[in-house]
Each structure stands twice: as C-alpha cells, then as structure tokens.
C-alpha cells in the first residue's frame, strides 16, 4: 500500500512539473561580448537608424538639385484669325495662322542655355502656304550668374549637406557606442557587487549559526543572537537590492540593442586592466583630425565660402549674349516649305547683348554683407568646437590616469579589509570582539570589493571617453562609417 502511494506521488509530481515546465520556465540567457554589444548596438539601435534617415534624404536633394540639368521639353499649337485691310484698294481680308512647335532647351554648366526648336505652320490670306523653321538658340551670362560654381551652387550645397548629415550620423554612431559599453561595463559592475554582497549574506549566516552555537553553550550573551540576525537581514535586503539592479540594467541594456524576448544578458568580457599610453600631442592632432564634430562645423564653413563667392559675384551687372541661328522654308506645298528647310534657302541668324543693372544694387550688396558675416561667424564657432575638442582631451588623459591608479589604491584597500576581519574574527573567537564588530568590519570588505570593481570600471569607461574625444572609438571597435547605407535606404525609398 505504501509503495503504491508512492508511485502515485511520483507520478503525480511529475505530471505537475511537465505542466508546470512550460510556464515557469526561463528564456535562455544570452552571453554577449563587448564588440558583440557593439555591433548590435550599430545594427539594430533605433536611434541611429533615425538618424540614418538624414543623409539618405540628402540624397534625395542633390538628386533634385541635378534636376537643373534636365532638358525641358516644349511642344505648342497656336491657332489664330485677324482681319486687315489690302494696301491699295482697302479690301477687307482675313489672315488665317496655325503653327505647331516642339523644343528642347537645356542649361549649360557655365550658366548659359541651349536650345533649338522645329516650328511648322499655315497662313491663309489672299494666298496660302506653309511655313517650316528649323531655330538653335542660346543665351551666355558674362558677368553675373556666370560659371560652374554659380551654376552649381543648390547641387553644391546639397553636397556638403550630405557631407554634414554623415557627419552627425557619425557623431550620434559614437555616443552610441560609447554609451553602450558603459551600459555594458555597468551590468558588468552590478553583477560581481551581487556576488560580493551574496558571498558577504553567506557569512553572515554562517556567522548568526556560530554564534547561536556558542550561545548555546554558554560562552556569549543571547543579546548577541540578535545582533546577528539584524546583520544578516540587512545583507539579505542589499542582495534583493543588488539583484533588482541587475534586472534594470539587462533592460536597458538590452533595449540600446533591441534584443527580443526576456531573458537574461551574460557579459563575457571583463574590462581590461593594462594600462595605456597615449601621448597628448598625439592625442590632440588626432582629436582635431577626426572629431565628426569639427568635420561638420569644417563642411559649414565650405558651405558659407561658396554662398560667399556667389554672393560677390551676384553683385556684378547681368550682361548677357543671345544668338540665334536657324533657316525657314516657304511654300504653297507643305512638303516644299520641309524641301526649302533642308537647302537652307532662307537662313536666318542673330546675335545681342542684353545688360541690366539696378541702381544702388542693395539687394546683392547687402546679401554679400550677410555672406562675409556668416562666414565669420562659421570660422568663430570651429575655433570655439577645437578648444573644446582641446579641453576635453586634456581632462580624458588626466582622468585615466587617475582612474588607473584607484585601480592599485583599491586593491590594497581590499587586501587591508581582508586581513582586518580575519584579525577580527579571530578577536571574537577569543571574546575580544563583538560578533557587531565582526560584522561591522566585514562591511567595511564589502565596501572596498565594491570600491575595486568599480575602480576598473571607472578606469575602462576612462578609456572610453578618451578614444570618444579623440574620435578613434568607431575605429577601435572596426566600425566604418560610409554613405553606402544612406544610399540603400534611399534607393529602397524609389
């Protein structure tokens, strides 16, 4: 009867557990190093890709500003009636026209245009015929609006514009990156304190046992049960603490990457403890070559140049030289006025200058004005973004250095509070210390392990500002920035 009573218990347990398996059972946790962070973090953040959506439509607007170089197509049908009088005899007679034309004009990177039309017509008055003309034209500023560079200018600066948008990218790509191995570092951070403050519960318990032992015996007070029962509660609670800080950092962390599902993350890459030399010569001419924010404010400045020498040249007198050139057929036949056209029985050509001028020209003058000051203004703020870049240097060396050597300073901190309770806890053996002192000295070991661990911590998130300001971060982790990705998203856009 007994043995059937067990049988059905262990059948019973384990249909509960095949039951139960489902629902309580934890996703697999994911173990990710540092440069896997990384890359996730570049193909899958959320923010980077909308700010990736920037120079994908500067893209669009150089392809729009090209669009001044695309022919433009003109086709016409006109038909009209007039009445008049014949010279001599004053007998009324209408005039009958009807002309169709096509044309094709196009603008020349000197910022002339070119084009030629093909007209065909009919007139009906005392006589009929048809008339076929065959006209090129073209029209070359000389002074004002002339050359590439006045041409070009919204291609131009939708050019740098892409330039810049890449820049910010790479700008936003860094602090992404930067931000996501502190995040890293720090969920490093959290758990070896979990462990501390687990390994410190666990003492604490064996601890309360020795003592309600010796209690037992007679040797100490049963005042001294409580104090550590109070201990070892207080280190129980810092453990729930500790581990509800781990599960907030998962989540963020694994927000940054966009990591599905809800399990645990696992960093498998401790931060480093080697010390690294960068000379600050070499760290400044590295800052002030690479920071994407100094490349951005230097494509402002491209950017202001150029409206700049615009501006000047827009303040010059408009002359411009127009010429024509063409033939024209007429017959009472329509297929002879085409015949008459191609033998260029009629020619016709013509050439002009046009010139205008506003008096005073404030207009120009004052947005030339305009242009010199923004210039000056974008030439200002790069001088103010590199002394920034320069301070900021500075500090990132100093602070790693400073943040190496609280690395051998806490280390020497934990080895001194390892020896102090081994001392103690031999004193409480004896009766020459409390089991309050006992506890009170193991949180002082707790405290410098935690001290410690953040230390190198501090130290690799050090690092991380320093190759941040010096603008080699992105390289250090082998990312490349290019514009290949706002073109995809572009072309997947048409």
């Known amino acids: 009867m007994t043995m059937t009573r067990i049988a059905a218990g262990v059948l019973a347990g384990s249909l509960f557990m095949g039951l139960a398996l489902p629902v309580c059972a934890e996703p697999a946790p994911v173990r990710l190093t540092l440069n896997d962070a990384v890359r996730l973090s570049f193909q899958r953040n959320l923010d980077l890709k909308v700010e990736l959506y920037n120079p994908a439509q500067a893209q669009a607007d150089i392809y729009r500003a090209l669009g001044i170089y695309d022919p433009a197509l003109n086709l016409s049908v006109n038909y009209s009636r007039s009445s008049t009088t014949e010279t001599f005899f004053f007998t009324p007679i209408n005039i009958d026209t009807f002309t169709a034309s096509a044309g094709v004009s196009e603008l020349l990177p000197t910022g002339g245009t070119l084009g030629v039309n093909a007209s065909s017509g009919w007139i009906s008055n005392s006589n009929s015929y048809y008339n076929n003309g065959l006209t090129l034209n073209a029209s070359q500023p000389l002074l004002r609006n002339f050359g590439r560079e006045n041409t070009e200018l919204t291609i131009q600066v939708a050019r740098f514009g892409k330039e810049g948008s890449l820049a910010r990218y790479q700008t936003k790509l860094t602090d992404t990156v930067a931000q996501v191995r502190n995040d890293y570092f720090r969920l490093y951070n959290l758990r070896e304190v979990l462990q501390v403050k687990r390994t410190s519960l666990a003492l604490a318990n064996k601890i309360l046992e020795e003592t309600r032992g010796r209690v037992k015996a007679g040797v100490l007070p049963a005042m001294e049960i409580l104090n550590a029962e109070f201990s070892a509660a207080a280190r129980e609670k810092d453990v729930i603490d500790a581990e509800r800080a781990v599960r907030d950092q998962v989540d963020v962390l694994r927000q940054s990457l966009q990591l599905e599902g809800g399990g645990d993350i696992e960093t498998s890459e401790p931060p480093i403890r080697e010390f690294i030399t960068i000379a600050e010569g070499e760290a400044l001419t590295r800052a002030l070559a690479s920071r994407p924010e100094l490349a951005a404010q230097r ?4 950017v202001d140049e ?6 000047r040249n827009r303040t010059l007198p408009d002359l411009s030289v127009n010429a024509n050139f ?8 329509f297929l002879g006025a085409y015949e008459r056209t191609a033998k260029a029985d009629f020619p016709t050509w013509g050439i002009g200058l046009q010139f205008s001028y506003p008096i005073g020209n404030r207009a120009a ?5 305009k242009s010199k000051l923004a210039l000056e203004q974008a030439q200002t703020q790069l001088r103010n973004l590199e002394s920034g870049v320069v301070n900021e240097v500075r500090a990132a060396l100093r602070l790693v250095d400073t943040s190496f050597r609280q690395i051998e300073v806490t280390s020497r901190g934990t080895a001194y509070a390892e020896e102090r309770l081994r001392a103690f806890r031999t004193k409480n053996a004896v009766g020459l210390a409390t089991t309050k002192d006992v506890f009170d000295v193991e949180n002082d070991l707790v405290n410098a392990k935690a001290s410690q661990i953040q230390a190198l911590v501090d130290y690799n998130n050090a690092l991380t500002t320093l190759w941040r300001v010096t603008g080699e971060l992105l390289e250090r982790q082998g990312i490349k920035v290019s514009a290949a990705q706002a073109e995809e998203l572009y072309d997947s856009a048409r």
Do not use: K, W
Not at 299 to 302: A, G, I, K, S, Y
Not at 326 to 333: A, E, H, K, L, T
Not at 365 to 369: F, K, R, S, T, V
């Open 326 to 333: 063409g033939f024209q057929g007429y017959d009472p036949r």
């Open 299 to 302: 494509v402002t400045l491209q």
């Open 306 to 311: 150029l409206q700049r020498r615009v501006a």
């Open 365 to 369: 003058e004052n947005d030339y004005i």
